[in-house]
T-cell receptor
Framework: EAGVVQSPRYKIIEKKQPVAFWCNPISGHNTLYWYRQNLGQGPELLIRYENEEAVDDSQLPKDRFSAERLKGVDSTLKIQPAELGDSAVYLC????????????FGPGTRLTVT | GQQLNQSPQSMFIQEGEDVSMNCTSSSIFNTWLWYKQDPGEGPVLLIALYKAGELTSNGRLTAQFGITRKDSFLNISASIPSDVGIYFCAGARGSQGNLIFGKGTKLSVKP
């Protein structure tokens, strides 16, 4: 069984530029999460989807961050415009409905904003 | 955002040694989980605990859900080189499944 797939693995951009990250969850996992992990910290939830519905986006900085999961499968997280403080690893995770505590993470996208 | 308190922040191990780490919170959690993260990878779920007082093992790993619901412990017996990495605890309160992570305990091999 394939794991959570994320791309790109690394991205370097200048501040004020836009950037997008893509995630394909494990097949059959209806719940999808985006996390941000700063250096030396644990992951922090940005947004959680149940199928195509964003059920918790309370921690998503909506002035510059947006996400979508149009068909309830893969998802895209976008930042526009990026700021220096957005440098971090962006992790995607997925879980089966009803087993939302058992989340499986992708390898992450390491974003560097210069 | 809120994070759990993990200790120690880092530790060095020698092959064969037993390792202990813990995670504490000022508030109650209904579920505790332990993850391991290797460099350049996402966290991997090791153990999930669902009941206060529960003791669960996964090979050489044993974790306990504290009776107060405010802490959890992870023990690794007879450590091996591949145990190095960062261990994160995570807690969840309700049925929504939103996890709150600690800052991690970094396990390294003694020089």
């Amino acid at each position: 069984e394939a794991g959570v797939v994320q791309s790109p693995r690394y991205k370097i951009i200048e501040k004020k530029q836009p950037v997008a990250f893509w995630c394909n969850p494990i097949s059959g996992h209806n719940t999808l999460y985006w996390y941000r992990q700063n250096l030396g910290q644990g992951p922090e939830l940005l947004i959680r989807y149940e199928n195509e519905e964003a059920v918790d986006d309370s921690q998503l900085p909506k002035d510059r961050f947006s996400a979508e999961r149009l068909k309830g499968v893969d998802s895209t997280l976008k930042i526009q415009p990026a700021e220096l403080g957005d440098s971090a690893v962006y992790l995607c995770a997925s879980s089966k409905t009803g087993r939302s505590y058992e989340q499986y993470f992708g390898p992450g996208t390491r974003l560097t904003v210069t | 955002g809120q994070q759990l308190n993990q200790s120690p922040q880092s530790m060095f191990i020698q092959e064969g040694e037993d390792v202990s780490m813990n995670c504490t919170s000022s508030s109650i959690f209904n579920t505790w989980l332990w993850y391991k993260q290797d460099p350049g990878e996402g966290p991997v779920l090791l153990i999930a605990l669902y009941k206060a007082g529960e003791l669960t093992s996964n090979g050489r790993l044993t974790a306990q859900f504290g009776i107060t619901r405010k802490d959890s412990f992870l023990n690794i017996s007879a450590s091996i080189p591949s145990d190095v990495g960062i261990y994160f605890c995570a807690g969840a309160r309700g049925s929504q499944g939103n996890l709150i992570f600690g800052k991690g305990t970094k396990l390294s091999v003694k020089p």
